[in-house]
Antibody, heavy 120, light 109 residues
Framework: QVQLQESGPGLVKPSETLSLTCSVSGGSISSYYWSWIRQPPGKGLEWIGNIYYSGRSNYNPSLHSRVTISVDTSNNQFSLQLFSVTAADTALYYC??????????????WGQGTMVTVSS | SYVLTQPPSVSVAPGQTARITCGGTNIGSKSVHWYQQKPGQAPVLVVYDDTDRPSGIPERFSGSNSGNTATLTISRVEAGDEADYHCQVWDNNNDHFWVFGGGTKLTVL
């Protein structure tokens, strides 16, 4: 079965770039949309953006100017870069996969999440 | 941008029925997905496309969607259903992006 695993630094300094990778195992990254979602401590879920295996992406308008999501099909992984971070970007970051190939398919597979703290 | 409104909390006694609402302008024209999230765990999809259940989700979980309100209904509530529940829609009006509701904490009394 397909599993997702987030990886990356747990601590990022203000104004620097947050970089995370989601590794896909048990299946191919092809033919699906792959998303990044975050959850600040004690708060709700916020979708950051997604990418299709072909490289086509969509971003949350509130974060669009600071986000880049990329895909590496040869290594079966996709990545998130969030630029110019502040304390407000402190959150648990999840990667997730849609049920099928449509952009509006629900997320049926999630990673366990990785906590990122922005602090000097 | 599109906004989804959920009550912060819902409480129900074991064996009773819990109804968690998700409000949005003309949400009945969109497909709504629901997730259950227990403390320290990633969200789990419990209802998709308004009314469908993934395999392994009990029939006690059901959904409806009409007008300006979508509803997740949990029948015969059990202690293990205590969790946060999040609704989600794809906003394809102007921008194209996912929107989540603020989440509802279900407490089993």
């Amino acid at each position: 079965q397909v599993q997702l695993q987030e990886s990356g630094p747990g601590l990022v300094k203000p104004s620097e770039t947050l970089s995370l990778t989601c590794s896909v195992s048990g299946g191919s990254i092809s033919s699906y949309y792959w998303s990044w979602i975050r959850q600040p401590p004690g708060k709700g879920l916020e979708w950051i953006g997604n990418i299709y295996y072909s490289g086509r992406s969509n971003y949350n308008p509130s974060l669009h100017s600071r986000v880049t999501i990329s895909v590496d099909t040869s290594n079966n992984q996709f990545s998130l870069q969030l630029f110019s971070v502040t304390a407000a970007d402190t959150a648990l970051y999840y990667c997730a996969r849609g049920m099928a190939a449509l952009v509006d398919d629900a997320f049926n597979i999630w990673g366990q999440g990785t906590m990122v703290t922005v602090s000097s | 941008s599109y906004v989804l409104t959920q009550p912060p909390s819902v409480s129900v006694a074991p064996g009773q029925t819990a109804r968690i609402t998700c409000g949005g302008t003309n949400i009945g024209s969109k497909s709504v997905h629901w997730y259950q999230q227990k403390p320290g765990q990633a969200p789990v999809l419990v209802v998709y496309d308004d009314t469908d259940r993934p395999s392994g989700i009990p029939e006690r979980f059901s959904g409806s969607n009409s007008g300006n309100t979508a509803t997740l209904t949990i029948s015969r509530v059990e202690a293990g259903d205590e969790a946060d529940y999040h609704c989600q829609v794809w906003d394809n009006n102007n921008d194209h992006f996912w929107v989540f509701g603020g989440g509802t904490k279900l407490t089993v009394l």
